[in-house]
């Protein structure tokens, strides 16, 4: 059965203090896996899509990292605003289909 | 900016009511997903269009939910009736197949309550 399994499932962090999430996939053929952020009361917001072990993506404080069988979000110095809940998310090769993690809620303290 | 617009933002209802959301997704966009979120399951997929047509809706009770797209700017999700345990935030995306354009636009969400 396809997985998507990521931990912690909360997280808190002194600002400056760096750290990792973790997103571990067992699916059926990976077509692409995908990182999004939410913000309480919103939707998902789109970070990263990454097609292949060993492909890295970096926005500002985040960098996206994969492997054939986990992907890590690591967090450098994070500041408050980086607070949120971060979902990933593998998307299947032959069944097209979208499977979510339940989400790191990250709560970063000045 | 173009988003991923959804109506009605909330909605409060009785059990047995029907209740209908919409959601329009992104001018040139031929995929749409609609989700269901909750704080026990997180996101779960209930269907999924491309170009109009349904390719995968099995993770809809099918008894009581039904999802369409009359046209390339207006999908729905219909719930009748409604149950309390469907109380949860709805949400819809859209986006492109093909590669590298998988990365789904999400709307701002349906928030369900039914009394």
């Known amino acids: 059965e396809d997985q998507v399994t990521q931990s912690p499932e909360a997280l808190r962090l002194q600002e400056g203090e760096s750290s990792s999430l973790n997103c571990s996939y067992t699916v059926s053929g990976l077509r692409g896996l995908f990182w999004y952020r939410q913000d309480p009361g919103k939707g998902p917001e789109f970070l990263f899509t990454l097609y292949s072990a060993g492909e890295e993506k970096e926005k500002e404080r985040l960098k996206a990292t994969l492997t054939k069988k986990e992907s890590f979000l690591h967090i450098t110095a994070p500041k408050p605003e980086d607070s949120a809940t971060y979902l990933c998310a593998a998307l299947t090769s032959g069944t097209y289909k979208y499977i979510f993690g339940t989400g790191t809620r990250l709560k970063v303290l000045a | 900016d173009a988003r991923v617009t959804q109506t009605p933002r909330d909605k409060v209802t009785e059990m047995g009511q029907e209740v209908t959301m919409r959601c329009q997704p992104i001018?040139?966009?031929?995929?749409v997903f609609w989700y269901r979120q909750t704080m026990m399951q997180g996101l779960e997929l209930l269907a999924y269009f491309r170009n109009r047509a349904p390719l995968d809706d099995s993770g809809m009770p099918k008894d009581r939910f039904s999802a369409e797209m009359p046209d390339a700017t207006l999908a729905t999700l219909k719930i009748q009736p409604s149950e309390p345990r469907d109380s949860a935030v709805y949400f819809c995306a859209s986006g492109k197949t093909g590669d590298p354009y998988n990365e789904q636009f999400f709307g701002p969400g349906t928030r369900l309550t039914v009394l």
């Open positions: 001018l040139g966009h031929n995929t």
